[in-house]
């Protein structure tokens, strides 16, 4: 089979399985179930005879490959959620020894020798890369099969001469990608929506909106039914809603009764917008309320009152405590609560600090990142720490500092089903692919 035939095959099954009717919220808990049930019968014969969470040109990415991530929980039947209960994250494994199926070191540089910034996995062993002809311009995007070691799919992606924001947002979907850049024109600000498929070509120009002198960028962007979305803002949610345009192109419109929404990943909308650190107050739900873009359903958090913001993911909500006004302390600390949407599995976290802390979502809707600061030959060696809500493990990785003690910033995005997690080493990256975490 030729390799075009086989990115295809590929791009073709990918997009039909992203379209097909989503899972039954709790049916992987209902197939654990019943494999528990049989068991325990199999045993009782003999004896007559014992985990889903994260910026101008940052790689904020909705992946083919995390597409398949259930449905949030329903929402809890009782009037009030359960409670938070205190709990410490065990003494952190190192990660490539406490999940080694997940963890791959590579170069920095393509067969070539070009270097390259990676975007998301595709699969298991496709990795979406930019290349860039500037300071964060990509110029290309290219498919690196991991395990070949060699790239396919060669994308262009075009710069207008006024362009003010380059190729942003990579979002992957249906086959294609996405993305969107800003041009100033006339003191005219337009945002543009591009797209290109996967097995490669030309980028084009896919939508055009004209914003007057306004200084909005898009916040997010997915793909999904054949369709792009995307919001505006940064944060606080965008009482404009959520803009969507055919991948075929034409003029952007807005998906109806979605004032307040804002995009998560898709088919996920949710409202009011996230919170940046030290903002909110208790009380306050940043994507409590959750809208599927497929049925138009609708579901509402319930969740502990904190004395701070809660900001939810697909499936899990993490709050933080509103920070005085007069800043005296380290403010990033403790405590971190956590709660499932449907008001079950609170806990209070002490002792972290998180790590970015907005917009406070879990890495691949599973994961929470914070830091840990230690030393090592008498010089700051921090460690960037991922705890597992769902195992109650923490996987931590020594982040590599400057002479100054500065560290490049590490893998959490915005979009809670990316499941990449990348640590920039000299002349490798480390990759951490959260999907394969058991």
Known sequence: MTDELTEALRATLQAAAQDAPAPQPDLLQRVERRHRSRRRGRAGLAAVAALAVIGGSGAVVSAVGSKDAPDPAQPAMRATPGPLTPAAPPEPVPLERLWPQAVRTVPDRLPGGRRYRPITLLDDTRLLVATESGFEKTDQLLTYDLDARRVTGAIRVPVPSDAVVFPSDFSVGGGHVAWWIKRRTAGRSVIE????????????????????RGQEDVRLLTIGGGKIYWSMGE???????????????????????????????????????????????????YHGTLRDLRTGRTQTAALARIPGPWNCGITWCVGYRTPPQKRTGPELESPVYLQRRDGTQGRVLRGVTPFPPEPGLLAYDRFLAYTLESRKDGRPAPK???????????????????????????????????????????????????????
């Open 235 to 285: 944060w606080g949610g965008s009482p404009e809603g959520v803009y969507e345009v055919p991948l075929s192109g034409g003029p952007a419109g807005k998906v109806p009764d979605s004032a307040g929404f804002q995009v998560l990943a898709w088919p996920w909308i949710g409202a009011p917008g996230p919170s940046e650190f030290g903002e909110g107050k208790a009380g306050d739900r």
């Open 384 to 438: 960037i720490a991922l705890y597992d809500v769902q195992t109650g493990k923490v996987g931590a990785m020594e982040l590599p500092t400057a002479k100054d003690g500065s560290y490049s910033v590490p893998g959490p995005v915005k979009e809670p089903y990316d499941r990449l997690f990348t640590i920039d080493r000299k002349d490798s990256y480390v990759l951490v692919d959260l999907a394969k975490i058991r």
């Open 193 to 212: 929506i591009w797209a290109a498929p996967l097995g490669g070509g030309e980028g084009r120009r896919v939508a055009a909106m004209d914003r007057g």
